[in-house]
């Protein structure tokens, strides 16, 4: 059950760092526009 919920952390974890990072890249691309 533990790992379950740690794995599922994990992947909402990785999943916001993706879409910060993508983000990132569209807000750099709109200033170096």
């Given at each position: 059950?533990v790992?379950l919920?740690?794995f599922?952390?994990?992947?909402?974890?990785?999943?916001?760092v993706?879409?910060?990072?993508?983000?990132?890249?569209?807000?750099?691309?709109f200033l170096?526009?």
């Amino acid at each position: 059950m533990v790992v379950l919920m740690s794995f599922f952390l994990h992947k909402c974890y990785l999943v916001n760092v993706l879409e910060i990072i993508k983000v990132w890249s569209n807000l750099d691309q709109f200033l170096t526009d």
